[in-house]
């Protein structure tokens, strides 16, 4: 079966500096790859996602590479801000089912 | 109202006690999900229900027991439960391709969870 990894567990940045998460996948048949914010109290929420077609996606602060030879695709935020602190987790799929990673805590720091 | 719902957002219930979790989605989708949510663990796949008919079930103690009426609702039903199991529990649901094997993906919509104590 798929096994994503996902890194770093815990990210503190200064805010309006810029953070990365990575993640990998072992399964080349995975195509489908989303990233989910968790704030507290809440359950996960799509924030972009990407297809294997493509390798690069953008939605204003953040954006989402995914290198299909190395399997791993990354989340870029830029210009943070504290509203964006929650837990990051990464997901990739195939033939319908979802394999997350383990999830990245970010705190932007004020 | 819009998107996954589910209730009650917090739950506390004796080891003895049964109790039942619901969920409703609001995006006509055919697939409806379980995921346990515990403190540093990845989240844990229970259940899936596509097109009303079960097709996973991850090892799951019998205490726990899913039902899904029809493709809108989601039920899991809790009885005898031990401490360990108290978590997040989270629903969600999604649109799947054709087949086992299909190849179209959309992504899973999430409900707020009901975070379960079993004391």
């Known amino acids: 079966g798929e096994n994503v990894e996902q890194h770093p567990s815990t990210l503190s940045v200064q805010e309006g500096d810029s953070a990365v998460i990575k993640c990998t996948y072992s399964?080349?048949?995975?195509?489908?790859f989303p990233w989910y914010k968790q704030e507290l109290g809440k359950g996960p929420q799509l924030i972009i996602d990407?297809?294997?077609?493509?390798g690069e996606k953008k939605d204003q602060r953040i954006a989402v590479t995914l290198n299909k030879t190395a399997k791993h695709f990354s989340l870029h935020i830029t210009e943070t801000q504290p509203e964006d602190s929650a837990v990051y987790f990464c997901?990739?799929?195939?033939?319908?089912?979802?394999?997350f990673g383990s999830g990245t805590k970010l705190n932007v720091k004020p | 109202e819009t998107g996954v719902t589910q209730t009650p957002r917090h739950l506390v219930m004796g080891m003895t006690n049964k109790k039942s979790l619901k969920c409703e989605q609001h995006?006509?989708?055919?697939?409806m999900y379980w995921y346990k949510q515990s403190a540093k663990k990845p989240l844990e796949l229970m259940f899936v229900y596509s097109l009303e008919e079960r097709v996973e079930n991850n090892s799951v103690p019998s205490r726990f027991s899913p039902e899904c009426p029809n493709s809108s609702h989601l039920f899991l039903h809790l009885h005898t439960l031990q401490p360990e199991d108290s978590a997040l529990y989270l629903c969600?649901?999604?649109?799947?391709?054709?087949?086992?094997?299909?190849?179209?993906?959309?992504?899973?919509?999430f409900g707020n969870g009901t975070r379960l104590t079993v004391t």
């Open positions: 399964d080349s048949a995975s195509n489908y």
């Open positions: 990407i297809r294997s077609n493509v």
């Open positions: 995006l006509g989708h055919n697939a």
């Open positions: 969600a649901s999604s649109q799947e391709g054709p087949g086992p094997y299909s190849s179209y993906n959309s992504p899973l919509h």
């Open positions: 997901a990739a799929i195939n033939f319908n089912k979802f394999y």
